[in-house]
């Protein structure tokens, strides 16, 4: 079983290789799918493994995979499958360096794998921060000064944040006093949160959690975001939005299952509860005059990282397991929706709102499954997310609390009205008939990923267990 | 190691680091920064050596040696570079004038006194007191990120934040296991040459690297 875990953190470092050893080749691109289809593989080889007996350990300890992790890692490998496959550029649009650029593809599959099943703590932390290093250079290989730009604020910020979290990190070694060999690992610090110095770990808790918040675009630390995701090429954006912003609030998902078993969960609820309602507000007050479809969609992953935090503060079985699942049905929406923004650009050749009209009639191919996402980030039924928002929102209301729940779904109507006027603004309208429907393998990650984000709610029975598995996997109800 | 020369050698690292952290808010100079920040790692490689090798790890020679190579050559090294490669030695005029920029500086050591305190208690451990040094480094790095406009010194800023962290992380629990340390090192690097690779590709685009003329993007 210790061999499953290695393959996701091998097979990427391989596949980086040949595609630094190829960096002409087209053929390359088809590198980073195989990594992402063996994630997922593994991902669900591991949920099944751990079911029946218990977590994987291996390399004397220092990976582990408990069943949050294997949850974590098939979404991560089902939402690559997708944003790459579907994001794949064509030959005519491919740039020269298509090799490196697939080689750091797999680099950054390689990097997210490591974080999730890394057992000790510094070495998630190791693996968070090389996310950013790998995906650097996937976001400032765009045209111009403008990804430059956001290439410059994705890699200061990101890790200047990362960093606080590291100071959190270290807190929280010194809070269990360990001096072991290894260092603190997850399992320890969870088996010893009662011995846990207090204090330090509440400031260790609180800057860790502050750390990676910034990565997980959570307001008010989410100024980065909509500048890197607009400016990524499609896949890479499908990937950060639809499956970075979650393994980074993975991150949070374990500070938090441990400061709460240490200190109780009223630190951790009232700083989640805040950054999720400001996610909630700085959506709703931003999609409303937003111009750029790309930017539109990067707010709206903010707006699902601010729903999730929120999950993850009220606690309990219901919210946790609506979390995890929003993780899978959010990803797969996201990075479809990418993917055809990509597409709408190279066909409109502009990333602007108004500069696109009539996308049902001029291209149904990519006008009616753009209507479809939305109406899933939206959360229509039957979208998951659907169920997931309102299982969040129905565990709020049970925990008592009442006013919280009532503003998120103020602030969701806001950001419901703004995005469905944008979107219909692209799609509806009159047209003339355009030619490109892509080729039907291009076609087919798309209508995948929005078939099973729709069956998925009413399909999750099987997915029960599962989830409530990697919710015990965080220390249980709280 | 007496307990005496002990407490003498961590208050003169930490010494050293809190002095090149306010010069480097004094001064102009991107060259002469760039040296403080040599300087800061040396006294950085003091201290976990200190701390080291006072809590009997037999790491702690190998994390020093580390540090020492890291913080103070072959990152100083290639902020120098990134430097020549753009033709950047003097900060770019600063919005705020100097007297402004130091009372700050003397402001958020203070804080970071006020903020260490809890966390030091009535621990007689002398590395444990010397704790809010490493805190007001992290301030000043934050600082330094804030007030300067040259790409440059945003690096250097970010440098002075990351010393600040592994002060803390040094003084708080002597320090994290030698893998993690070698990871959480190499990582910094591999951010400061993707930085200084930026930097250059900046100026190469605009002629300058005046991060507050980076406001293209924006709602």
Known sequence: MAALILLPLTLPLLMAGIGFLFPRAYWTLALPIISAAALLAVGVGLIIAVQASGPVVAVAGWLRVDALSAWMLAVVGAVAVVALWGGAPVRSKSKASVGSFTALLNLFLGAMSLALVADNVGLMWVAIELTTITTAFLVASGEGRNSLEAAWKYVVLGAVGVAIAFLGVALLSAASGSHSETGVSWTSLMAHAATLDPAMTKLAGALAVLGFATKAGLAPMHSWLPDAHSQAPAPVSGLMSGVLLSVAFYAILRIQAVTDAAVGPELMRTLLMTAGLLSLAVTAGLVLTQSDYKRLLAYSSIEHMGLLAIGAAIGGELAMAAVLLHILGHGLIKSTMFVLAGRISDASGTHRIDGVQGLLRVRPDLGAPFLLGTAGLLGFPPFVTFFTEVAIIVAGFTRGLGWQMALACVLLLVVFAGIARQVLAMTLGAGVREQGRPVWWRRLPIGLALLTSAVLGFAAWPLAGTLLAAVGALGGVR | ?219
């Open chain 2, 1 to 219: 190691m007496s307990q005496e020369v002990f407490q003498q050698l961590v208050a003169t690292t930490t010494g050293v680091l809190l002095l090149t952290a306010i010069l480097q808010v004094w001064g102009r100079s991107l060259v002469r920064s760039i040296g403080l920040l040599a300087v800061q790692g040396a006294a950085l490689a003091g201290l976990a050596f200190t701390v080291g090798f006072h809590a009997g790890e037999p790491q702690a020679t190998l994390v020093a040696l580390i540090v020492l190579v890291m913080k103070s050559a072959v990152l100083p090294a290639a902020l120098l570079r990134s430097a020549r490669l753009t033709g950047e030695t003097r900060e770019r005029p600063a919005a705020l004038n100097p007297a402004v920029e130091l009372i700050g500086a003397a402001g958020l050591t203070l804080i970071a006194y006020i903020v260490g305190t809890p966390l030091v208690g009535d621990n007689p451990d002398p590395a444990r007191q010397a704790l809010p040094v490493g805190i007001s480094l992290v301030l000043l790095g934050f600082w330094l990120l804030l007030i300067r406009r040259s790409a440059i010194t945003q690096l250097i800023g970010f440098l002075v934040l990351d010393n600040g962290i592994a002060t803390v992380s040094f003084l708080a629990s002597s320090g994290l296991p030698l893998t993690v340390e070698l990871g959480a090192s190499l990582d910094v690097l591999l951010v400061v040459l993707i930085l200084g690779v930026f930097v250059v590709r900046m100026q190469r685009q605009q002629g300058h690297s005046d991060i507050t003329e980076l406001k293209e993007l924006h709602d």
